[in-house]
């Protein structure tokens, strides 16, 4: 213990020589992190667990109660939890999806006893097998870990499954095998190349090719020999561009005018798409893991975002998701009919023969809009399924209908019922013949009877969330008032408000040119001459909505000045009868002003850039190694090197920094003026400027410089191998398959593969910000924007009991991170036999959660023990006050609030509260409820 002050000492003593930090500080941090398996109840059906994703909890009710259901405990875990299982009566499982991190609680205490660490963005957990082992997703690294419940600390299996972001989990009914839903699985469409300018670049232009189905013509007709909707004749001819082309049972690569574009493919002249003869996309839906082997097995060809997953009474598995029609070209096309909310029954013996289902089945799809009585019977954007004990009915929420419907095995509609806002976890209570459904946006738990199927009370829970960020969510997600046919949204495809990994055509055939008046071109730089927007622009891959307020204008050619130019497309893709009112467009634009970029996954803790960065899945393209030899381990710190001067590109013009500018990737809103970078003016809406460029070598000449903070979500697109997991990638139409491919493009001038490795570094560790910044003078190096993300410690936490050396290690890193400012940090456990909860000020000093009382950090760190765990928890600048002491943010702290009997889940409430009280009692719905 001598050792632990002497270190704490020296850290108050360097904190006193640290320089602060500028940092936008937030008290609430909105990566907007989906439910998985947010709702659970215990073996015995006495206690429903809920997880409180923005109070960072997990809630107890006990449904026992005479008073209906009642809140009994909440519980601090990590930060955004999205799932929660019993693994007993006793002991709950809590995935934490920022923390990287599983919260293992113990319900009789009401305490997080242990804390296990996991890959990137842990999704759900299960546990089978004999003997019984914890399986748990972790969705951005395409993994299932294997951990020993009894000794969760050792160092777990790691099984790496073939799809992207497997995410829900289920069981056998016998506990042999175990089910994972590949969240972003593809739908077996992908992109062919046709809108290059430049000799020799890759992709090939496929589509241009004359040994393709229509001899060459590029863009070719989607109706026959001709194009539905019939082509403007006041536009000039449409520019060649890619095509997206769709493998249908046989196998057969076709486009939306049934022509088959197999050989160029897959086939004899694969080489014509930069493809291998015999190269293929699987389209793995469900993964199927033996517990006791952990081989895997596949179902395939299910839908292309499989959302929940549960398990029918006689063993099949059921998934619901959503299926995308982007291979049909053209915005008129698919007006509020360009996706389907669907249903699979596999069998798991016979896993590539499902069977699957329209869980719309009043939906004929003829027309994109009809009357709202018949959209409000739509459900949409599935999230939860259960079945009933005698596999009669399963209930399926719909989060963006706001409602759930009951259906049968086959699919049969058999009954809906509105709920509350959002709705994602359900449980079926067998022995109360009732539901319980969490509704995630409204902050409430619904209960209905199963027989009736009827809301019989909606019990609220507290919600930190701002109220701008809870009144514009609903413009995001909800079908029935945004949509023709009452089940698609913005969400649809900007799914949690990022993106589907898919490309589209949405351009139209009737529309007109668009000037480019107005527009930042080229920043002032000497640029090739820029082209009006042809409304034909070719497929194109669906962008995130993360921190694009600000970062105007909008779209991968820029061609939406603002937010506000976006509202047609209610009514001309969604197929809605109207737009929203400029209020409602405000109130979505302050939802989205929220939407933040999470912690990156490969940046140290310290928010460094990694020296020596594994780059597993990353490939030699043939430029210099031959194609498809793995790619050396990158550092990114030399790769900043090469991205910014003196490495110049296009013969002395420019550097890759002078248009991606750190922190955010996007160019400046600025233009240079011979001697400086000067601010351009607002736009009307207040939008940004930043600027388009006209040096990508596309036929889509004039496009925006995109920002490069989520790149590593698109990984997954390689054909320098057979196989992909993705149809989509990089650039604008999602063609150029790998980060390795675009870098050693011919218009860039990496000097070796290992360059090529530590600029891939570079960019797979781009958010996090904390990068070097340009200067008003410096023509290759402008001031970027600032960028919308998250320190890489953030959520990272360690539960002491005795603090081990390579925990107290870490309890000090983060103390050192906060010292800084550049974080926060926040304690939580049981302290003199209370729950408490501390924030740290710095100095070697934390806030207790009364505010009369501050501890030292050793005094702290001493106390822990078994029975008074401690959970450290790394949280955001700004953020530790309302997390770790004043939950309601009322200036009255946690238990000062508990000391006076009054709640500190509600702010300036007077009235008596007893510790384990519910934040609300269930009972009669109001009628505005109805």
């Given at each position: 213990m001598a050792v632990i002050r002497r270190a704490v000492l020296l850290l108050c003593f360097i904190a006193?020589?640290?320089?602060?930090?500028?940092?936008?500080?937030?008290?609430?941090?909105?990566?907007?992190?989906?439910?998985?398996?947010?709702?659970?109840?215990?073996?015995?059906?006495?206690?429903?667990?809920?997880?409180?994703?923005?109070?960072?909890?997990?809630?107890?009710?006990?449904?026992?109660?005479?008073?209906?259901?009642?809140?009994v405990a909440s519980i601090p875990v990590g930060l955004d939890p999205v799932s929660v299982r019993a693994r007993s009566n006793t002991e709950a499982w809590v995935v934490n999806h920022i923390s990287d991190s599983v919260s293992i609680v113990d319900l009789r205490r009401g305490t997080v006893t242990a804390t296990v660490y996991t890959d990137d963005e842990p999704a759900d957990v299960v546990f089978a097998g004999r003997p019984e082992r914890a399986f748990i997703t972790c969705s951005q690294v395409n993994r299932v870990l294997v951990v020993d419940p009894r000794r969760p600390d050792a160092t777990p299996r790691r099984i790496t499954l073939k799809g992207e972001d497997p995410r829900a989990l289920a069981v056998s009914p016998d506990g042999r095998f175990v089910y994972a839903a590949i969240f972003e699985s593809g739908n077996g469409s992908t992109i062919l190349g046709g809108g290059s300018l430049i000799p020799n670049a890759y992709p090939p232009n496929?589509?241009?090719?004359?040994?393709?189905?229509?001899?060459?013509?590029?863009?070719?007709?989607?109706?026959?020999?001709?194009?539905?909707?019939?082509?403007?004749?006041?536009?000039?001819?449409?520019?060649?561009?890619?095509?997206?082309?769709?493998?249908?049972?046989?196998?057969?690569?076709?486009?939306?005018?049934?022509?088959?574009?197999?050989?160029?493919?897959?086939?004899?002249?694969?080489?014509?798409?930069?493809?291998?003869?015999?190269?293929?996309?699987?389209?793995?839906?469900?993964?199927?893991?033996?517990a006791a082997s952990l081989d895997v097995s596949y179902a395939t060809r299910l839908m292309n975002a499989n959302m929940a997953l549960a398990v029918h009474p006689s063993g099949s598995v059921t998934v619901v998701g959503t299926d995308a029609r982007n291979e049909v070209r053209f915005e008129p096309n698919v007006?509020?009919?360009?996706?389907?909310?669907?249903?699979?029954?596999?069998?798991?013996?016979?896993?590539?023969?499902?069977?699957?289902?329209?869980?719309?089945?009043?939906?004929?799809?003829?027309?994109?809009?009809?009357?709202?009585?018949?959209?409000?019977?739509?459900?949409?954007?599935?999230?939860?399924?259960?079945?009933?004990?005698?596999?009669?009915?399963?209930?399926?929420?719909?989060?963006?209908?706001?409602?759930?419907?009951?259906?049968?095995?086959?699919?049969?509609?058999?009954?809906?019922?509105?709920?509350?806002?959002?709705?994602?976890?359900?449980?079926?209570?067998?022995?109360?013949?009732?539901?319980?459904?969490?509704?995630?946006?409204?902050?409430?738990?619904?209960?209905?009877?199963?027989?009736?199927?009827?809301?019989?009370?909606?019990?609220?829970?507290?919600?930190?969330?701002?109220?701008?960020l809870k009144v514009g969510r609903k413009h995001l997600y909800d079908t029935h008032k945004t949509s023709g046919l009452g089940h698609v949204s913005c969400a649809s495809c900007h799914i949690d408000g990022r993106m589907d990994r898919l490309g589209w055509d949405l351009g139209d055939p009737t529309g007109a040119v668009k000037s480019l008046a107005g527009q930042n071109l080229g920043m002032g730089l000497p640029l090739p001459p820029f082209e009006a927007w042809h409304p034909m622009k070719g497929p194109m891959t669906t962008q995130t909505l993360q921190d694009i307020i600000g970062k105007e204008p909008?779209?991968?050619?820029?061609?939406?000045?603002?937010?506000?130019?976006?509202?047609?497309?209610?009514?001309?893709?969604?197929?809605?009868?109207?737009?929203?009112?400029?209020?409602?467009?405000?109130?979505?634009?302050?939802?989205?002003?929220?939407?933040?970029?999470?912690?990156?996954?490969?940046?140290?803790?310290?928010?460094s850039l990694p020296r020596n960065l594994p780059l597993t899945g990353h490939y030699t393209t043939g430029r210099f190694a031959p194609a498809g030899?793995?790619?050396p381990n990158g550092d990114a710190t030399r790769g900043m090197a090469l991205f910014r001067p003196p490495r110049l590109l296009a013969q002395g013009l420019f550097a890759c920094?002078?248009?991606?500018?750190?922190?955010?990737?996007?160019?400046?809103?600025?233009?240079?003026?011979?001697?400086?970078?000067?601010?351009?003016?607002?736009?009307?809406?207040?939008?940004?400027?930043?600027?388009?460029?006209?040096?990508?070598?596309?036929?889509?000449?004039?496009?925006?410089?995109?920002?490069?903070?989520?790149?590593?979500?698109?990984?997954?697109?390689?054909?320098?191998?057979?196989?992909?997991?993705?149809?989509?990638?990089?650039?604008?139409?999602?063609?150029?398959?790998?980060?390795?491919?675009?870098?050693?493009?011919?218009?860039?001038?990496?000097?070796?593969?290992?360059e090529v490795a530590d600029l891939v570094a570079l960019l797979l560790s781009f958010a996090g910000s904390e990068l070097p910044r340009g200067s008003a003078t410096d023509?290759?190096?402008?001031?970027?924007?600032?960028?919308?993300?998250?320190?890489?410690?953030?959520?990272?936490?360690?539960?002491?009991?005795?603090?081990?050396?390579?925990?107290?290690?870490?309890?000090?890193?983060?103390?050192?991170?906060?010292?800084?400012?550049?974080?926060?940090?926040?304690?939580?456990?049981?302290?003199?036999?209370?729950e408490r909860g501390f924030a740290y000020l710095g100095g070697g000093v934390f806030q207790s959660d009364r505010a009369s009382e501050k501890v030292g950090a050793y005094l702290l760190l001493a106390g822990a023990r078994p029975g008074a765990e401690l959970t450290y928890t790394v949280v955001p600048a700004g953020s530790e006050r309302r997390i770790g002491v004043d939950r309601d943010e009322d200036g009255m702290l946690d238990r000062d609030e508990l000391d006076r009997d009054r709640r500190p889940d509600r702010a300036n409430d007077g009235r008596r509260f007893v510790e384990g009280e519910g934040a609300g009692q269930s009972g009669p719905l109001a009628t505005a409820d109805l």
């Amino acid at each position: 213990m001598a050792v632990i002050r002497r270190a704490v000492l020296l850290l108050c003593f360097i904190a006193l020589l640290l320089p602060g930090m500028s940092h936008a500080d937030e008290s609430f941090v909105n990566w907007e992190d989906p439910h998985v398996h947010p709702l659970e109840l215990t073996p015995d059906g006495n206690l429903l667990l809920a997880v409180n994703t923005a109070d960072n909890r997990l809630m107890v009710f006990d449904v026992t109660s005479r008073r209906g259901l009642e809140l009994v405990a909440s519980i601090p875990v990590g930060l955004d939890p999205v799932s929660v299982r019993a693994r007993s009566n006793t002991e709950a499982w809590v995935v934490n999806h920022i923390s990287d991190s599983v919260s293992i609680v113990d319900l009789r205490r009401g305490t997080v006893t242990a804390t296990v660490y996991t890959d990137d963005e842990p999704a759900d957990v299960v546990f089978a097998g004999r003997p019984e082992r914890a399986f748990i997703t972790c969705s951005q690294v395409n993994r299932v870990l294997v951990v020993d419940p009894r000794r969760p600390d050792a160092t777990p299996r790691r099984i790496t499954l073939k799809g992207e972001d497997p995410r829900a989990l289920a069981v056998s009914p016998d506990g042999r095998f175990v089910y994972a839903a590949i969240f972003e699985s593809g739908n077996g469409s992908t992109i062919l190349g046709g809108g290059s300018l430049i000799p020799n670049a890759y992709p090939p232009n496929a589509v241009s090719d004359a040994r393709g189905p229509y001899g060459g013509i590029n863009p070719p007709p989607n109706a026959g020999s001709t194009f539905f909707p019939a082509l403007n004749p006041a536009n000039p001819p449409p520019p060649p561009v890619g095509l997206i082309v769709r493998k249908n049972t046989r196998g057969q690569w076709l486009d939306d005018n049934r022509a088959d574009w197999t050989d160029l493919v897959s086939g004899a002249n694969a080489a014509a798409s930069g493809r291998l003869t015999g190269w293929d996309m699987p389209d793995r839906d469900l993964a199927i893991i033996d517990a006791a082997s952990l081989d895997v097995s596949y179902a395939t060809r299910l839908m292309n975002a499989n959302m929940a997953l549960a398990v029918h009474p006689s063993g099949s598995v059921t998934v619901v998701g959503t299926d995308a029609r982007n291979e049909v070209r053209f915005e008129p096309n698919v007006n509020g009919r360009f996706l389907r909310v669907l249903m699979a029954v596999v069998d798991p013996r016979r896993p590539t023969s499902p069977s699957v289902h329209d869980l719309n089945p009043h939906l004929d799809y003829a027309t994109p809009t009809v009357p709202q009585s018949v959209r409000n019977l739509s459900v949409g954007d599935p999230r939860g399924i259960a079945w009933n004990s005698r596999g009669t009915r399963a209930f399926v929420t719909g989060m963006g209908s706001n409602n759930v419907v009951a259906v049968g095995l086959g699919g049969a509609r058999l009954g809906q019922v509105e709920v509350g806002e959002g709705p994602t976890g359900i449980v079926f209570d067998d022995s109360r013949d009732r539901l319980y459904v969490l509704n995630r946006f409204g902050a409430s738990i619904s209960v209905l009877s199963t027989d009736r199927l009827k809301e019989l009370s909606r019990v609220e829970f507290f919600d930190p969330t701002p109220q701008a960020l809870k009144v514009g969510r609903k413009h995001l997600y909800d079908t029935h008032k945004t949509s023709g046919l009452g089940h698609v949204s913005c969400a649809s495809c900007h799914i949690d408000g990022r993106m589907d990994r898919l490309g589209w055509d949405l351009g139209d055939p009737t529309g007109a040119v668009k000037s480019l008046a107005g527009q930042n071109l080229g920043m002032g730089l000497p640029l090739p001459p820029f082209e009006a927007w042809h409304p034909m622009k070719g497929p194109m891959t669906t962008q995130t909505l993360q921190d694009i307020i600000g970062k105007e204008p909008l779209h991968w050619r820029g061609d939406r000045a603002s937010l506000e130019e976006f509202n047609p497309a209610f009514e001309g893709l969604q197929g809605d009868d109207a737009q929203l009112t400029p209020r409602e467009m405000k109130e979505l634009r302050s939802f989205l002003a929220t939407l933040t970029f999470p912690p990156n996954p490969f940046r140290n803790l310290d928010n460094s850039l990694p020296r020596n960065l594994p780059l597993t899945g990353h490939y030699t393209t043939g430029r210099f190694a031959p194609a498809g030899q793995p790619l050396p381990n990158g550092d990114a710190t030399r790769g900043m090197a090469l991205f910014r001067p003196p490495r110049l590109l296009a013969q002395g013009l420019f550097a890759c920094n002078t248009c991606h500018t750190f922190p955010s990737g996007l160019a400046v809103d600025m233009q240079w003026t011979g001697a400086m970078w000067m601010p351009m003016q607002k736009g009307a809406m207040g939008e940004s400027h930043h600027a388009l460029v006209s040096t990508d070598g596309s036929t889509n000449v004039t496009l925006k410089v995109p920002q490069l903070r989520n790149v590593y979500e698109k990984v997954g697109m390689e054909l320098t191998q057979k196989e992909s997991l993705s149809g989509f990638a990089f650039i604008h139409d999602g063609s150029v398959d790998s980060l390795a491919r675009f870098i050693t493009e011919p218009t860039f001038n990496p000097e070796s593969d290992q360059e090529v490795a530590d600029l891939v570094a570079l960019l797979l560790s781009f958010a996090g910000s904390e990068l070097p910044r340009g200067s008003a003078t410096d023509m290759f190096l402008p001031p970027g924007p600032d960028s919308k993300d998250s320190h890489a410690a953030v959520g990272q936490q360690v539960t002491l009991t005795t603090a081990t050396p390579s925990e107290f290690a870490r309890v000090l890193q983060f103390m050192s991170l906060a010292e800084q400012g550049k974080v926060g940090l926040v304690v939580k456990g049981r302290r003199h036999g209370e729950e408490r909860g501390f924030a740290y000020l710095g100095g070697g000093v934390f806030q207790s959660d009364r505010a009369s009382e501050k501890v030292g950090a050793y005094l702290l760190l001493a106390g822990a023990r078994p029975g008074a765990e401690l959970t450290y928890t790394v949280v955001p600048a700004g953020s530790e006050r309302r997390i770790g002491v004043d939950r309601d943010e009322d200036g009255m702290l946690d238990r000062d609030e508990l000391d006076r009997d009054r709640r500190p889940d509600r702010a300036n409430d007077g009235r008596r509260f007893v510790e384990g009280e519910g934040a609300g009692q269930s009972g009669p719905l109001a009628t505005a409820d109805l």
